[in-house]
Each structure stands twice: as C-alpha cells, then as structure tokens.
C-alpha cells in the first residue's frame, strides 16, 4: 500500500518524480478485424476519430440502462489488435461484459485475451519523469510522446517493452508528466529498481489514491458503478454525448435530457481542518441531509482533508458551502471545480 | 538503551521501549505518582501509518478508564487512544496539532499524547511490561 510515508511519495509526486507499480490493474489483447465496430459497440465515447500509436483516454463500458459498469483505456495498436486496460476489480468481469456483447451483437473475427498475469506495469510520474527516462536509456522519440501517445516495442534498460505510454493517472495534464511501461514481469522489475536508483521514489497505492482525488479522478466501483449514469457523475471525458451506436448511449442522452437529481462534486475542508472525510459520510446543508461522500482523503497539497461525493443537483454551486458529517461532527466544506488544487 | 525491545515479524519491526508500561490497546504509559504520561507505541503508529490529524481533549477534562480521550488520523484509517484510569486530562501535547507525524517520528518521545492525573492511586499490574507487550505484539502478527 505504501512505503513507509505516503505524503512524502505523494509530494515526491507532485515536485519530483515517484515510480509506482500498478501491475494490479487488468490488460487485455483484442485482436481481429471487428475490433474497431466491437468497440464502437461497446464503449461511450466515439471512436471515429481514434488513431493508431494513441490512447483513448478513459471511455465507459455502459450497462444497457446507461449505468457504469467501468471506466476502461484502449490502445490502438494496430487496425486488427488494440489492448485494454481495466480497473482492478473487474479483471473478469469486464471481460465476460465484452464476450456477451460480441455474441449480443454478433462478432465474430474478435478474440480478447487476459494477459494480466503475464505482464506488469509499471508507472513513472512527475515533472521529472523524462530524467528518470533518461537515465534508463530511453530515447528521444519515448521522452518526446505527446500525452495518451504510445510507442510499441519501446528500448529501454536494453530490452524491448511492449510499449511506453506518455499517460498516468496522478494529474499529468496539470502538474507531472508520467509515463508507463507495460512489459514482462522480469524487465518491469528492473526498470521498478532502476528507477528508485535514478532518484525516483517508490510509491504505493494510499499517494496514489491522494493523487487521483486532489485531480478529481473517479474509482469505478467506490466514485460510480452501475447504478450512476455518466450524467450525475458529471463524468464528460469519455463520454460522446450523442453517440447512438454503442449500449448504453440511448440511455445516457434521455438522463441528459430529463435531467437527473443528485450530481457528482468534489469539495474541501476549511483550511486546518486536517479531518478526513470517508466514503459514507453524510452531507448536509444546514439541517437538511443533500448527499454522501464517496472518496475522502488527507490532501498533502492542501494540508487538509478534501473529497467527492453526490449532493443533490439544486445544491451544487461551486463555491457553495454545505457541512460534511465526519465521525458525528459536521465539518464545514466548500464545493469547489475539479482538480481540487 | 540496552534494555528496549524490538520485535521483528515478517511484517515489521516494532521498538518497545524499557522503563514503560503497555496497554492491550497499544498505547505505552509512564507512571509517575499519580500521573500517567501516555502515547501510542510504534507497533502502532506503524500500523495507523502516517498520521495527519489529532484530535486532543481539553486540559482539565474529566475522563473515565477505557473512554476514548484522542481521535488519531491517519492516511489510512481512524483510531482512538483509550484512558487507561478515570481521572482528568492535566496536560495535552499540543504540538501534534501542528504535526501530527511526531508520532510517526519519535512515539515514545515527541511524540507523547497527553498526561492525566488518576483520581486514585494506580495498580500497575492491570497494564503490560514490555516483555509482555512483545508478546501480544508477536501474537497479533502470526
């Protein structure tokens, strides 16, 4: 979970570099000449425009009622194999949803293989990643990437990765620049040691987790799940409003356009209020129960704990001020834009 | 010192410090009189984590034995720190407020949590010796 002190591996983070094993998260090959209409299918977000050597950025699998059923990246590899990759919990669960939609819909040159156990990913963020790069050999093309660019086959530590991503999931777009390498088990270590020793510090999943929530990054299965529409949890990335192909869409459009009751924010506490809130938690205003917290951590940014959660839609302004429940004590908490720093 | 402990378990390795007594709830207590100076061991702040909030009573607080007296926080979970005799809250560290992680740094140290005077004279025998402690330490780690 950590390495001893998850606020100096989340700092390290934010000014420095860390390097993080997030081999726990689910890779899939898909590979066939259905891949591009299987997906177009399958996920919320339109692919048209979708081009080889990227990422998509996180896209939903949707239930046919418009809930989430996971937040997932594809990789366009080639025009007849893209990888996948899925949030831990749901490994085998994403993949039997992706086997019953290519019978739903009639597949049939598509093939999805779990190659999780086989490979290991490994994540090196922060402003002074491309050092870290460097010092691990890669080239200049690998330290070049644009974000959600990837580049297969990639050299680095003297071996061939199956490929360097410019991505991460830490708040590269605002603060670090990460990149991830996804490869055999025995490189990844190497490059996991190779690493620290070029100055990156270990870091583990609780800075990961404060990482994510200071960029307002949602947790499929605690920030939303199939019983949240994209709409209430205000989740637009991956989502092509008005994309009608894939399962789920329909749904997602008639939310959008009867409106939906709760909505999905992200808030602060009041500076010096290190309390945290947790996943749970009641939110109030005044007297008046309006919703619940679903992440809460200790923001090593802000010095003082910060969450997300769900407030009904006629009490979320930013800048709004609502009480958050904590262990029996209301703590006063300020609705504020994602990131929260 | 010479006579501390360390326990080493697959798990970690927990320093319990000579001269002190211990509770079943993980905190370590001085006896001075009828003052109790009381914190929490370093198995425990090894197993909260990194602490980032306290929660301290009032100086001149009435307290009863086994009530929950401090709220600690950490990165990773809540816990409470339990008085081990009624009596009432004399002195509080109030630097913990500023930094919390004291307690992490230096548990038996800096990183003391408060001090309260029993209302009558104190049986030291209902808390563990350190060789004791180590024990449950051991135990708990299997």
Same mark, same amino acid.
């Given at each position: 979970?950590?390495?001893?002190?998850?606020?100096?591996?989340?700092?390290?983070?934010?000014?420095?570099?860390?390097?993080?094993? #997030?081999?726990?998260?689910?890779?899939?090959?898909?590979?066939?000449?259905?891949?591009?209409?299987?997906?177009?299918?399958?996920?919320?977000?339109?692919?048209?425009?979708?081009?080889?050597?990227?990422?998509?950025?996180?896209?939903?699998?949707? $239930?046919?009622?418009?809930?989430?059923?996971?937040?997932?990246?594809?990789?366009?590899?080639?025009?007849?194999?893209?990888?996948?990759?899925? $949030?831990?919990?749901?490994?085998?669960?994403?993949?039997?949803?992706?086997?019953?939609?290519?019978?739903?819909?009639?597949?049939?040159?598509?093939?999805?293989?779990?190659?999780?156990?086989?490979?290991?990913?490994?994540?090196?963020?922060?402003?002074?990643?491309?050092?870290?790069?460097?010092?691990?050999?890669?080239?200049?093309?690998?330290? $070049?990437?644009? @974000?959600?660019?990837? @580049?297969?086959? !990639?050299?680095?530590?003297?071996?061939?990765?199956?490929?360097?991503?410019?991505?991460?999931?830490?708040?590269?777009?605002?603060?670090?620049?990460?990149?991830?390498?996804?490869?055999?088990?025995?490189? &990844?270590?190497?490059?996991?040691?190779? !690493?620290?020793?070029?100055?990156?510090?270990?870091?583990?999943?609780?800075?990961?987790?404060?990482?994510?929530?200071?960029?307002?990054?949602?947790?499929?299965?605690?920030?939303?799940?199939?019983?949240?529409?994209?709409?209430? #949890?205000?989740?637009?990335?991956?989502?092509?409003?008005?994309?009608?192909?894939?399962? &789920?869409?329909?749904?997602?459009?008639?939310?959008?356009?009867?409106?939906?009751?709760?909505?999905?924010?992200?808030?602060?506490?009041?500076?010096?209020?290190?309390?945290?809130?947790?996943?749970?938690?009641?939110?109030? !205003?005044?007297? $008046?129960?309006?919703?619940?917290?679903?992440?809460?951590?200790?923001?090593?940014?802000?010095?003082? &704990?910060?969450?997300? &959660?769900?407030?009904?839609?006629?009490?979320?302004?930013?800048?709004?001020?609502?009480?958050?429940?904590?262990?029996?004590?209301?703590?006063?908490?300020?609705?504020?834009?994602?990131?929260?720093? | 010192?010479?006579?501390?402990?360390?326990?080493?378990?697959?798990?970690?390795?927990?320093?319990?410090?000579?001269? /002190? /007594?211990?509770?079943?709830?993980?905190?370590?207590?001085?006896?001075?009189?009828?003052?109790?100076?009381?914190?929490?061991?370093?198995?425990? *702040?090894?197993?909260?984590?990194?602490?980032?909030?306290?929660? /301290?009573?009032? *100086?001149?607080?009435?307290?009863?034995?086994?009530?929950?007296?401090?709220?600690?926080?950490?990165?990773?979970?809540?816990?409470?720190?339990?008085?081990?005799?009624?009596?009432?809250?004399?002195?509080?560290?109030?630097?913990?407020?500023?930094?919390?992680?004291?307690?992490?740094?230096?548990?038996?140290?800096?990183?003391?949590?408060?001090?309260?005077?029993?209302?009558?004279?104190?049986?030291?025998? *209902?808390? /563990?010796?350190?060789?004791?402690?180590?024990?449950?330490?051991?135990?708990?780690? *299997?």
């Amino acid at each position: 979970m950590d390495y001893g002190n998850p606020v100096e591996e989340h700092l390290s983070t934010r000014t420095s570099v860390s390097v993080f094993d #997030v081999s726990h998260m689910g890779r899939y090959v898909v590979k066939g000449g259905d891949v591009y209409d299987f997906f177009q299918k399958a996920v919320s977000k339109d692919l048209r425009k979708f081009r080889q050597g990227t990422m998509s950025g996180p896209v939903l699998l949707l $239930n046919d009622a418009g809930g989430i059923k996971d937040d997932i990246m594809l990789y366009y590899l080639r025009d007849d194999e893209w990888l996948v990759v899925v $949030n831990a919990p749901n490994v085998v669960k994403d993949r039997e949803w992706l086997l019953n939609l290519k019978e739903r819909f009639g597949f049939t040159d598509i093939e999805i293989e779990d190659i999780t156990k086989e490979t290991v990913l490994v994540a090196i963020q922060g402003p002074k990643a491309p050092e870290v790069m460097e010092s691990l050999g890669a080239t200049s093309e690998v330290k $070049n990437m644009k @974000i959600l660019e990837f @580049i297969p086959e !990639a050299e680095i530590l003297g071996s061939q990765a199956t490929l360097i991503s410019r991505s991460g999931w830490t708040g590269e777009e605002v603060r670090s620049y990460g990149f991830e390498v996804w490869t055999s088990i025995e490189h &990844g270590a190497k490059i996991f040691r190779e !690493a620290v020793k070029a100055g990156a510090k270990p870091a583990g999943l609780i800075a990961r987790d404060s990482l994510r929530l200071e960029m307002g990054y949602l947790l499929s299965g605690v920030d939303m799940d199939e019983s949240t529409n994209p709409i209430e #949890v205000r989740y637009w990335l991956p989502l092509t409003l008005g994309k009608t192909e894939c399962v &789920g869409c329909e749904a997602v459009m008639k939310k959008y356009e009867e409106g939906v009751e709760k909505v999905r924010i992200g808030f602060k506490l009041k500076k010096g209020d290190r309390s945290i809130p947790r996943h749970g938690n009641k939110i109030y !205003a005044g007297s $008046n129960e309006i919703g619940y917290v679903t992440s809460g951590v200790y923001s090593p940014m802000l010095k003082r &704990g910060i969450g997300m &959660g769900y407030v009904k839609a006629t009490h979320a302004y930013v800048g709004y001020k609502l009480q958050v429940e904590i262990r029996g004590k209301l703590h006063e908490a300020k609705i504020l834009e994602f990131p929260l720093i | 010192m010479s006579g501390d402990i360390v326990v080493k378990t697959k798990l970690g390795e927990y320093l319990i410090k000579e001269g /002190l /007594l211990y509770t079943e709830t993980d905190e370590w207590i001085k006896v001075e009189g009828e003052t109790i100076t009381m914190g929490i061991t370093d198995y425990a *702040q090894k197993k909260l984590k990194y602490i980032v909030n306290v929660e /301290l009573p009032e *100086q001149g607080a009435k307290v009863s034995k086994g009530e929950a007296v401090v709220t600690l926080e950490s990165v990773k979970s809540v816990a409470d720190v339990y008085s081990p005799v009624d009596g009432e809250v004399v002195e509080v560290n109030e630097e913990l407020l500023d930094s919390p992680d004291l307690i992490n740094k230096d548990p038996y140290g800096k990183g003391w949590v408060l001090k309260i005077k029993s209302s009558s004279s104190i049986d030291t025998s *209902q808390f /563990l010796t350190p060789s004791a402690y180590a024990e449950k330490v051991k135990k708990e780690e *299997q």
